[in-house]
Structures are given as C-alpha cells and as structure tokens.
T-cell receptor, first 111, second 111 residues
Framework: DAGITQSPRHKVTETGTPVTLRCHQTENHRYMYWYRQDPGHGLRLIHYSYGVKDTDKGEVSDGYSVSRSKTEDFLLTLESATSSQTSVYFCAGGDSNQPQHFGDGTRLSIL | QKEVEQDPGPLSVPEGAIVSLNCTYS??????FMWYRQYSRKGPELLMYTYSSGNKEDGRFTAQVDKSSKYISLFIRDSQPSDSATYLCALGRLAGNMLTFGGGTRLMVKP
C-alpha cells in the first residue's frame, strides 16, 4: 500500500545495539500498528497507537517501545536488540472497524 | 488452541483450477472478516472484507462467511500463476480495532 512506507527496508545490526524502525503514512489513519512476522507464528502485534501520543501494548511487546509524535509517523524502538528479535516487521494503519493497510516490511537481522 | 486456525499448506493447483482457502475460528465476538494476499517479500494486501454472513464477490474472488459454523472461505476462480502467494484470513471484533490473523496458507498455481 503506497500510503504506508517503512524505513529502512533491510537492516543488519549487532546484539545489544539500539534500533529504530520508522513508519510513515499519508492516509490520515487514526490507528497505527507494529507487527512482527515469523515462520510458524504468523503476524503478531507488538504495539499499537490510537492517536498522537496514545499507545498500548500488544501480544509481544517485551523489549520494544513505540512513539507517535505526529499522526503520520510511528516509530518502533528496540532498546537493546537480541537475536530473538530477528524478524520481518510490518507497520499498518487503519480506522475504526475498518481493515488495516500494511507497508512492505523491514527485514531486521540481529547478529 | 488458537483463536483462528488456517491450514498452512502449501496448496498446489494447476492453472485454471478453482481454489478454496479456509479459516475456522472459535470466538463468536468476531464480526468482520478479511482476506489478505501476501507476495514474497511484500506486505499483506487487502483482497476482500465483509461484515455479514453469506457471499461477497469481486471479480474472480468470492469471500464466504458462515457465522453459525464459525467458518470463512475464499474462493478463487480460474486461478492464475500470478495468484501464487500466501493468503491470510483476518478477523476483527466490533469493540476495539485489533485484528486476529490466521497463520496463512501458501498457494502455488502451476502453469
């Protein structure tokens, strides 16, 4: 979906380093979401936002934090990356009782 | 037991076949239903969504929902090699804006 862009698209980093993934939307969605996708686990919600500066935890939030200072931008931070956080990360946006629309993902490898 | 069950496949069919993809769910609180298509190294793309039991058709795609049986299906007519992808069902509750995803079914359409 051209309305949701993620950066970087690929990143390789080392254990213990901080990592920030960025999500930018042009659709004025109220809600934004961060998921991770792993083989055998499907899409799992990490954190979501229901407005500027309003965020809440999802199913797998340990080790992650988020921030949303503007409607358009939603950041996901790994404070101290671990190998178990190697994954593909997807950002999505949506509105009340409507489908979510996804970006094309960030492939993160933590060595 | 997962809230949403989806056979991971892979499902391999010849070009032109009718494809049936299915999900079952256990929670009657789910009230709206979506199908996403995900190509390799891309984000999930919304294909169909519906709020009601019955059939919804869009071109070669038909989404079917049976709330009484807690069963949803996606039918693809005249399947094409370009339909080769992973198909994810997603279910939502009216209260809140979270989606619960199936694990995805990988479909391969052979020329």
């Amino acid at each position: 979906d051209a309305g949701i862009t993620q950066s970087p698209r690929h990143k390789v980093t080392e254990t213990g380093t901080p990592v920030t993934l960025r999500c930018h939307q042009t659709e004025n969605h109220r809600y934004m979401y961060w998921y991770r996708q792993d083989p055998g686990h499907g899409l799992r919600l990490i954190h979501y936002s229901y407005g500027v500066k309003d965020t809440d935890k999802g199913e797998v939030s340990d080790g992650y934090s988020v921030s949303r200072s503007k409607t358009e931008d939603f950041l996901l931070t790994l404070e101290s990356a671990t190998s178990s956080q190697t994954s593909v990360y997807f950002c999505a946006g949506g509105d009340s009782n409507q489908p979510q629309h996804f970006g094309d993902g960030t492939r993160l490898s933590i060595l | 037991q997962k809230e949403v069950e989806q056979d991971p496949g892979p499902l391999s069919v010849p070009e032109g076949a009718i494809v049936s993809l299915n999900c079952t769910y256990s929670n009657s609180a789910f009230q709206y239903f979506m199908w996403y298509r995900q190509y390799s190294r891309k984000g999930p793309e919304l294909l169909m969504y519906t709020y009601s039991s019955g059939n919804k058709e869009d071109g070669r795609f038909t989404a079917q929902v049976d709330k009484s049986s807690k069963y949803i299906s996606l039918f693809i007519r005249d399947s094409q090699p370009s339909d080769s992808a992973t198909y994810l069902c997603a279910l939502g509750r009216l209260a809140g804006n979270m989606l619960t995803f199936g694990g995805g079914t990988r479909l391969m359409v052979k020329p």
